[in-house]
Structure formats: structure tokens, C-alpha cells
């Protein structure tokens, strides 16, 4: 079987868990009506709120993952 093959064959589980090890999705929010920034595991749980994008950017490093902003 080749890589595409692979890849088309995925489960949904498996592309679910893809990244999961490696990235942190960041984006605009709202947290009690001001303005402020999700921090979210790459399966799409909550992980933190902050008040700037540099604050979530430098908690998804520090844990050692990659941010990915979401728009």
C-alpha cells in the first residue's frame, strides 16, 4: 500500500489524533464579554484563555508545541 493510499484509508480516529503531539490551536475570542484568546488541543478541547495572542503563543511553546492561529 503507498502513502496516498494510506491516507485515504484513515480512520477518523487517527485523523483525529493527528497532531495531536505537536500543535496548539490559537484564536480570537470572547471570555465574559471582552475580547481575549483561546488556547485549544489539536482535538478541539479548551485548553486556556488569555488576554493577548502573545500570552497564548508563548503558553503553547512553553508546553513545547507548535501555535497554529485559527481564524
Given at each position: 500500500?503507498?502513502l496516498t493510499t494510506e491516507v485515504r484509508n484513515i480512520s477518523t480516529q487517527d485523523l483525529a489524533a493527528l497532531?495531536?503531539?505537536?500543535?496548539?490551536?490559537?484564536?480570537?475570542?470572547?471570555?465574559?464579554?471582552?475580547?481575549?484568546?483561546?488556547?485549544?488541543?489539536?482535538?478541539?478541547?479548551?485548553?486556556?484563555?488569555?488576554?493577548?495572542?502573545?500570552?497564548?503563543?508563548?503558553?503553547?511553546?512553553?508546553?513545547?508545541?507548535?501555535?497554529?492561529?485559527?481564524?
Open positions: 500500500m503507498n497532531g495531536m503531539q505537536d500543535i496548539a490551536y490559537v484564536k480570537p475570542a470572547l471570555h465574559q464579554g471582552e475580547p481575549a484568546f483561546a488556547v485549544h488541543a489539536a482535538d478541539g478541547t479548551l485548553v486556556a484563555m488569555t488576554a493577548t495572542r502573545i500570552a497564548a503563543e508563548l503558553l503553547v511553546r512553553n508546553s513545547e508545541l507548535e501555535p497554529v492561529s485559527v481564524h
